[in-house]
C-alpha cells in the first residue's frame, strides 16, 4: 500500500524560501509521476506542480516563477522548491500518484498527513 510521507513546512516570512520533500514507503516513486497539491483552511485541496517519470514538469499559473519541482529517484525523493512565498501559499502541502502533462489529474487518493507550510510576518 502506498504511504507518503511529507516534510519541510514551516513558518516563514513573506518573500522567504522552503522546500518541501516527498517520500513513499514500500514504494518506489521513479515509474510514477507524482504531484503536489495543497489544500487551506475552508478550501478544496488543489493542485500545484507535478513531475513526470522522465522528469517533465508542469506547473500552475498561480506558482510559476516561483516554485520548482525534481525529482531524485535515488532518494526516492520528489522535492518542491518554492520560493518567493506569499501568505496566499499557507496550506497544508501534499504528494501523491498523478498523470501529470497539460495539468494535474489525481490518480491515487492515498494521501499523507501533509507537512503545514504558514507564510506570515
Known amino acids: 500500500q502506498v504511504h507518503f510521507v511529507e516534510s519541510g513546512g514551516g513558518l516563514v516570512q513573506p518573500g522567504g524560501s522552503l522546500r518541501l520533500s516527498c517520500t513513499a514507503s514500500?514504494?518506489?516513486?521513479?515509474?510514477?509521476?507524482i504531484g503536489w497539491f495543497r489544500q487551506a483552511p475552508g478550501n478544496e485541496r488543489e493542485g500545484v506542480s507535478c513531475?513526470?517519470?522522465?522528469?517533465?514538469?508542469y506547473v500552475t499559473n498561480f506558482v510559476k516563477g516561483r516554485f520548482t519541482i525534481s525529482r531524485d529517484n535515488v532518494r526516492n525523493t520528489v522535492y518542491l522548491q518554492m520560493n518567493s512565498l506569499k501568505p496566499e501559499d499557507t496550506a497544508v502541502y501534499y504528494c501523491?500518484?498523478?498523470?501529470?502533462?497539460?495539468?494535474?489529474?489525481?490518480?491515487?487518493?492515498?494521501w499523507g498527513q501533509g507537512t503545514q507550510v504558514t507564510v506570515s510576518s
Open positions: 514500500g514504494f518506489t516513486l521513479d515509474s510514477h509521476h
Open positions: 501523491a500518484i498523478v498523470t501529470c502533462g497539460f495539468g494535474i489529474r489525481l490518480e491515487n487518493t492515498a
Open positions: 513531475i513526470t517519470d522522465n522528469g517533465s514538469t
